[in-house]
Nanobody
């Protein structure tokens, strides 16, 4: 069983930055692919960024060159550095962990970008 706790959300102006953190409990964190998803009202949850246990990353086209995902396997934490934020980045950001058929979600953290 893995528990995920997100933090770092908040209100920021257009062009600003935020760093989200997701702390994971449990063992074998390094084996999990860790991802950030976001959800806005009326839309499906969408993948923002992911990092594998080996460190490979991928990003949604809408956030490439602005967002950066990283992980610290000693601290069992994954981060999402968000720069040059836009109003369309507003949403609830969820941390996700996946390994084989095991999948876990955090409770989400709100990010609001004002214009």
């Amino acid at each position: 069983q893995v528990q995920l706790v997100e933090s770092g959300g908040g209100l920021v102006q257009t062009g600003g930055s935020l760093r989200l953190s997701c702390a994971a409990s449990g063992s074998s964190f390094a084996t999990y692919t860790m991802s950030w998803y976001r959800q806005t009202p009326g839309k499906q949850r969408e993948l923002v960024a992911a990092v594998t246990g080996g460190g490979s990353t991928n990003y949604a086209d809408s956030v490439k060159s602005r967002f950066s995902i990283s992980r610290d396997n000693v601290k069992n934490t994954v981060y999402l550095q968000m720069n040059s934020l836009k109003p369309e980045d507003t949403g609830v950001y969820f941390c996700h962990a996946k390994w084989l058929f095991y999948t876990y979600w955090g409770q989400g953290t709100q990010v609001t970008v004002s214009s």
